[in-house]
């Protein structure tokens, strides 16, 4: 059984900083690519940020220069490092990573049960 919890969201001030964690448990033999999602109320889940296994790394255009992702494979954990932040960023984040599990054969894709992120003054 494979699960990826997030944690890391709250409230924080607009220009303020936060750092998500991802973190993955269970049988796993291999994570590939990993991305970081948000959902506004009403609006459509969309792509924030994405890395490969190799640390190839894709953002936004609306999150480049302010939002950085990494990963570290030893912890099975990946991280969104979010700074400058806009009452715009306000969503419930999640994290959605392709993972071998023990005795499979293909990666598949899991979610977390997502983290809220509120910016407001």
């Known amino acids: ?3 990826l919890v ?3 969201g709250g409230l924080v001030q607009p220009g ?5 964690s991802c973190a ?3 049988s796993i033999v291999s994570i590939s690519d990993v991305g970081w999602y948000r959902q506004a109320p009403g609006k459509q889940r969309e792509l924030v940020a994405a890395i490969t296994s190799g640390g190839y790394t894709n953002y936004a255009d609306s999150v480049k ?3 950085t992702i990494s990963r570290d494979n030893a912890k099975n954990t990946v ?3 979010m700074n400058s932040l806009k009452p715009e960023d306000t969503a419930v984040y999640y994290c959605n990573a392709a993972i071998l599990g023990r005795g499979g054969y293909t990666h598949n894709r899991y979610w977390g049960q997502g ?3 509120t910016v407001s003054s």
């Open 6 to 8: 997030e944690s890391g």
């Open 115 to 117: 983290t809220q992120v």
């Open 16 to 20: 303020g900083s936060l750092r998500l």
């Open 79 to 81: 991280y969104l490092q």
């Open 24 to 26: 993955a448990s269970g």
């Open 65 to 67: 220069g302010r939002f």
């Open 1 to 3: 059984q494979v699960q």
